[in-house]
């Protein structure tokens, strides 16, 4: 008789009825990922607007090392949500502690909190109630992240996450769904305002291609919906990698599509960041 060397399949024990073997961890670590790169975009963004618009004159090395720490922030916010999806090992090769990154983060989050407060208060001679409140807002998400790392119940997956059952479709799918439904809203009521338009503005040639791009938009909202729809209800991974791949596809063409236009309007009317925030706050009050 000849043995079987077939590889061997273990039973995850569930904690409870209704309760994923990784107790939702690891789509908590993909908002995580998904938020501080994020996050890290939108500070570089702000940040370059902000010094080309020549707003970094005064207390420019402050204001260099504000955003450095917040961008420091965002990272150890994205390590720490891959920790939590994906495990991590150490050096050995032997499972680490996937909290190991989510304490880090909680640590220099709280930090930070309080040196932007007195960055705010002493340098920037903001009231005490604004530096307060700023430094307690950013200092609630690490709280509530140092509080999850260091819960009892989560004591036994310290030697590493067990890999759900449905290998965190469920949690990129819902993900997918929710930022996919906010986008095509958004690109909707968008696309609606600029097609109310008078005939004059829609005869501009800009007028016409602003409504092909976030025409252009809303199709890529809705391909982003229709993957994660489809990872809510498929039993496979097949038909949602598929869409997913399509929607991946699509939507860094139009990307580019969308970026390129824009290049164009900004070069064509010469903005800067000052001229634009001027001809907004005129076109509000007009």
């Known amino acids: 008789m000849v043995a079987s060397h077939a590889p061997r399949t273990e039973l995850v024990a569930l904690p409870s009825a209704g309760l994923p073997a990784d107790h ?9 990922q998904l938020a501080g790169r994020t996050t890290s975009a939108l500070v570089a963004l702000a940040a370059s607007i902000a010094w080309i618009d020549g707003r970094f004159h005064h207390h420019t090395a402050w204001y260099g090392f504000a955003i450095a720490l917040c961008i420091a922030r965002s ?10 999806s994906f ?13 190991d ?30 530096a307060i409140g700023l430094g307690a807002a950013l200092a609630v998400w690490p709280a509530v992240l ?12 310290r030697d590493g996450i067990p890999l759900g059952e449905d290998r965190g479709l469920e949690g990129a799918a819902i993900a997918m769904t929710v930022l996919g439904s906010y986008g095509a809203l958004s690109t ?7 097609s109310a338009l008078s005939p004059h503005h829609l005869r501009h040639g800009w007028g016409v291609m602003l409504l092909v791009v976030f025409a252009l938009l809303l199709v890529r909202s809705w391909m982003h919906v229709r993957a994660g729809l489809a990872g809510l209800r498929a039993s496979s991974f097949d038909r949602p990698g598929e869409l997913a791949a399509r929607y991946a596809a699509f939507g860094v063409i139009s990307a580019f599509c969308v970026g390129g236009v824009l290049l164009l309007l900004a070069m064509s009317e010469r903005l800067t960041p000052r001229r634009w925030s001027a001809s907004s706050s005129h076109a509000g009050c007009s």
Request: hydrophobic fraction near 60%.
């Open 188 to 194: 909707a009521a968008l696309l609606w305002l600029i």
């Open 75 to 84: 990272q150890l916010h994205r390590i720490a949500g891959r920790d939590l």
């Open 24 to 32: 939702g961890l690891a789509s908590l670590g993909l908002m995580m």
């Open 146 to 157: 140092a509080v999850v790392a260091w819960l009892p119940r989560f004591r036994p997956l």
């Open 101 to 130: 990154a989510t304490r880090s983060y909680a640590i220099f989050g709280v930090g930070q909190a309080v040196v932007i407060g007195l960055i705010a208060a002493l340098v920037f001679e903001q009231p005490p109630a604004a």
């Open 87 to 99: 495990g991590r090992r150490s050096v050995e090769g032997a499972p680490a502690d996937p909290f």
